[in-house]
């Protein structure tokens, strides 16, 4: 529920009438993103259409010619592909309040974004936006969750929405709009979108009763935890897989005192409820019965868990999933990110989704090229099946030829359009030429894991120096039972193998011994967990502390290891 839904007690997630109301427009909008699909060229031609004809007059607009383009040939002549770095000067200028700089539209509010550099970047979002690209995808992302686990909207209490985070003051631009990330902003109220609120967001957790430091985001999962034991949760949302897998951890990190507040009636010391004994002596048998706390002991009638399923959550999940239950279904996420979406599941596919044809204009450029200003681009229909792709998109809201970062990779093409998947971030490790990406890792890793029926909970590597001196990968893995040293050989073999497999630059390095043999590090099975808190510890928000496979900085390769061996 938004800030505005719930101070004006109405719209409310227990009212029928606003449940129907949601049900049917979420249903909409994925039927009409089905429908689009059979004419995909089309809806991405009107897409171009549009945000030239509407940007036309902006100062981004008039130096770039948007007025005299017609066709995506000229678009692409006309408008160099740009990184949020290049970008930055007319979004600081719409940040400081200068009108028709990017849009013809005036930014209501700017998604903060970090991406996996830590950078907060100001991305500018606009009515237009909202209406054309943002909520049609938005909507029709719930549709396979409540239409398979329509219980799941059975009470406001039945779904436990970790990134939802609203904040009473938000931080502003020096234009005094919000600079907030996308679960923070209140959509109802500033885009006049009644719906908007996702499942989870009329929880009676949702906005914390109590007072906490708005920074504190530990202390404020801490309370969502420890009110959430006392309700009936049938899904976990959590969009960053990490903050999925950290969730069983904080589970008994905090057991003792989330028992303490429960019987006491409690929220950190602060009078809540009456006491609840009762609950106080289940909850205590639990852990006294199976020697650990699971979210499916928490929650028995647990059903689903929506999150990203792709990139390192991959290795991870499987194990995961469970912790909340055997019979618990991984729904992901859409491939999208703060600046635009992606791709959005239609159906219960375990990875994929079907581009949004009619958000964005979308160019690929394949991974393994370099992208550059003038990288040559295709269209979606151009796309080959099992290969991976740097993502640029233009919508209206004032993104042009933007490369984010990310690369998708092509599942199939179905219903008119290709189904992708997160593949990662497209950065590389390039100690000595060899151009070793996130996804080509993962897969190897996969490969590795799957030769010899092996675990991981989460695995990191850097580059370092062997005992000759070579740069070689060291692998630092936490796994959920040990490992023996045959083990370890043949993992370490199968890796290598399926790396050089992967990356021609990696094989090449290796067999011209520029790049030495791959090492392993064991971890104790929390060490990423521990990490991963110890990061949101520093005040940053939990949505944004993601999984980082390449760690080459000294500072955070040592956070993570230090004291952490197995």
Same mark, same amino acid.
């Given at each position: ?148 686990? /329509?219980? =799941?909207? &059975? %009470? ?9 985070? #609203?904040?009473? $003051?938000? @931080?502003? +631009?020096?234009?005094?709009? /919000?600079? =907030?990330? &996308? %679960? ?9 979108? #009644?719906?908007? $609120?996702? @499942?989870? +967001? ?365």
């Amino acid at each position: 529920m938004t800030t505005s839904e719930q101070r004006e007690g109405v719209g409310s997630w227990a009212d029928p009438e606003r449940l129907a109301r949601y049900r049917e427009r979420v249903f909409h909008e994925r039927a009409v993103l089905r429908d689009a699909c059979a004419d995909a060229a089309g809806a991405q031609r009107r897409v171009l259409e549009a945000l030239l004809s509407f940007n036309a007059g902006t100062a981004f607009g008039r130096e770039h010619g948007f007025g005299r383009i017609r066709t995506l040939e000229e678009f692409r002549a006309a408008v160099p592909i740009r990184d949020y770095g290049a970008l930055a000067p007319w979004i600081e200028r719409a940040a400081a309040g200068e009108a028709n700089v990017l849009s013809a539209d005036r930014p209501e509010v700017f998604f903060t974004s970090s991406g996996t550099t830590g950078a907060h970047k100001k991305i500018p979002v606009t009515p237009g936006f909202m209406r054309t690209t943002f909520f049609p995808f938005y909507f029709a992302a719930w549709a396979p969750l409540i239409e398979h686990f /329509p219980d =799941v909207l &059975a %009470s406001p209490d039945a779904v436990l929405n970790l990134k939802h985070d #609203p904040i009473a $003051a938000p @931080p502003v +631009t020096a234009s005094g709009h /919000p600079h =907030v990330g &996308a %679960s923070q902003a209140d959509l109802g109220t500033t885009f006049g979108e #009644p719906l908007s $609120a996702e @499942p989870g +967001t009329g929880a009676p957790w949702a906005v914390l009763p109590v007072p906490v430091d708005p920074g504190d985001h530990l202390e404020k999962m801490y309370l969502r935890l420890r009110m959430a034991v006392e309700s009936d949760v049938r899904c976990v949302i959590g969009i960053n897989p990490a903050m999925v897998a950290a969730l069983p951890y904080q589970l008994n990190q905090w057991w003792p005192r989330i028992v303490q507040d429960v019987r006491d009636g409690t929220l950190a010391g602060h009078p809540h409820t009456a006491p609840n004994p009762r609950r106080a002596v289940e909850l205590a048998e639990l852990a006294r019965r199976h020697g650990t706390v699971r979210p499916a002991h928490v929650w028995p009638r647990m059903r689903a868990l929506f999150c990203w399923t792709t990139g390192l959550a991959s290795l991870y999940l499987p194990r995961l999933r469970e912790e909340f239950g055997a019979g618990v279904t991984l729904l992901p996420a859409p491939v999208a990110a703060s600046e635009g979406p992606l791709a959005v599941p239609l159906d219960r596919h375990p990875t994929a989704g079907s581009l949004v044809a009619t958000a964005a204009l979308y160019e690929f450029v394949d991974a393994d090229a370099e992208l550059t200003a003038h990288s040559a681009t295709l269209r979606p229909d151009e796309l080959e099946p099992g290969r991976d792709y740097h993502v640029v998109f233009s919508h209206i809201g004032g993104l042009y030829r933007y490369a984010g970062g990310d690369v998708a990779r092509v599942l199939d093409h179905r219903d008119g359009v290709p189904r992708l998947q997160y593949a990662g971030r497209g950065s590389l490790s390039d100690a000595v030429g060899e151009r070793l990406r996130d996804a080509q890792t993962v897969r190897a890793l996969t490969a590795a894991l799957a030769a010899s029926g092996l675990e991981l909970r989460n695995v990191a590597c850097r580059v370092r120096p062997d005992a000759t001196g070579t740069p070689a990968y060291e692998f630092a893995l936490a796994s959920p039972t040990p490992w023996s040293d045959d083990e370890d050989r043949r993992f370490l073999a199968d890796l290598d193998r399926a790396l050089g497999e992967e990356s021609p630059g990696y094989l090449h390095a290796r067999v011209e011994r520029r790049l030495g043999s791959p090492a392993l590090r064991h971890l104790h099975p929390d060490a990423f967990l521990r990490d991963w808190q110890t990061t949101v510890a520093t005040g940053v928000r939990p949505t944004q502390v993601k999984d980082r496979l390449f760690r080459q900085d000294a500072r955070q390769w040592q956070q993570l290891t230090e004291g952490a061996d197995a």
